[in-house]
């Protein structure tokens, strides 16, 4: 599985952002898909996944509701909805795939995204 993240960039705390992450090959439905961000200096971060046929998602307590994930089967490609943007969410953001579900460990995700630039100004 090739993975492709993109829909990055500057936006303003409190604001919106939708990453895209399209998979390539016809394997992509039966692979949990997960969001990870890493900003300079830090350690990779989990930021949710979702199960392979998009009914259940797994976040971290401490996004309180601001970030949701969706796939679309048919199209290849999952989501990440981002809401209520903060300074200390700017990083990269990577999606990943994984055989299991719900992981929250990046060392049980087998293929990765390049990765897209998220920059929230103050």
């Known amino acids: 599985v090739q993975l492709q993240a993109s829909g990055g960039g500057l936006v303003q705390a409190g604001g919106s952002l939708r990453l895209s992450c399209a998979a390539s090959?016809?394997?992509?439905?039966?692979?949990?898909m997960g969001w990870f961000r890493q900003a300079p200096g830090k350690e990779r971060e989990f930021q949710g996944t979702?199960?392979?046929?998009?009914?259940?998602?797994y976040y971290p307590g401490s996004l309180k509701g601001r970030f949701s994930i969706s796939r679309d089967n048919a199209k290849n490609t999952v989501f990440l909805q981002m809401s209520n943007l903060k300074p200390e969410d700017t990083a990269v953001y990577y999606c990943?795939?994984?055989?299991?579900?719900?992981?929250?460990?990046?060392?049980?995700?087998?293929?990765w995204g390049q990765g897209t630039q998220v920059t929230v100004s103050s």
């Open positions: 090959g016809r394997t992509f439905s039966t692979y949990a």
């Open positions: 990943a795939a994984s055989r299991g579900f719900p992981n929250n460990d990046y060392a049980r995700y087998d293929y």
């Open positions: 979702i199960n392979q046929s998009g009914a259940n998602t």
